[in-house]
């Protein structure tokens, strides 16, 4: 049997669904049997390979995200939107409702640096954000959709073992069904 290709990713948001997927338990022993886990913030950094499904977290907040949706949709066959971030911009949105350099002024340079004089230096590693957050489906078409703040589990768990299993998930029954 060959094995499906799945990868984990993490644009702007908590991380929390990604806590919620690690939540599965032992269950994940079932996701490995069915599937190679090419990606993932949790294990490693590296490229994304061709997969069959792609778990994204966040919504999108800087130039870099939008790249890599737009990277992540060429080598996904199936596209899952992983919480409210990433379906509707949730928390991460809320910037949307200010000015966007007064949100840098307030988190980064009018917040106390190390050195007490309360200056924040610009940082080459900061992202450049973009105007507003968006969700995935902004950006790029989204295949499933699994709400929630963080989702359920057992929910994720669900969509996952029915993709891997060539099902389309209804998620309706997430609750109603129990595995392992």
């Not at 996701?31 to 061709?50: C, H, M, N, R, T």
């Not at 669900?158 to 069904?177: G, I, T």
Request: hydrophobic share 40%; aromatic share 4%.
């Amino acid at each position: 049997m060959n094995k499906k290709k799945l990868a984990t990713i993490w644009l702007g948001g908590c991380s929390g669904c990604h806590m919620s997927l690690l939540d599965i338990d032992e269950r994940i022993l079932d996701v490995a049997q069915l599937a190679d886990i090419v990606k993932s913030p949790v294990v490693d950094g590296k490229e994304l390979p061709p997969v069959d499904i792609a778990l994204v977290e966040g919504a999108v907040t800087s130039d870099e995200h939008y790249r890599e949706l737009l990277h992540i949709r060429q080598q996904a066959k199936v596209l899952v939107a992983l919480g409210d971030c990433a379906v509707m911009t949730n928390v991460t949105g809320m910037r949307n409702y200010f000015n966007l350099q007064d949100v840098v002024n307030a988190s980064y340079r009018d917040a106390v640096s190390d050195d007490g004089q309360g200056q924040q230096p610009d940082h080459p590693c900061l992202l450049r954000l973009n105007d507003k957050v968006v969700p995935l489906q902004a950006v790029v078409p989204v295949d499933v959709v699994v709400p929630g703040c963080p989702p359920d589990a057992d929910a994720i768990f669900y969509v996952l073992f029915e993709l891997l299993n060539d099902r389309v998930p209804q998620l309706s029954q997430a609750k109603k069904l129990k595995y392992g």
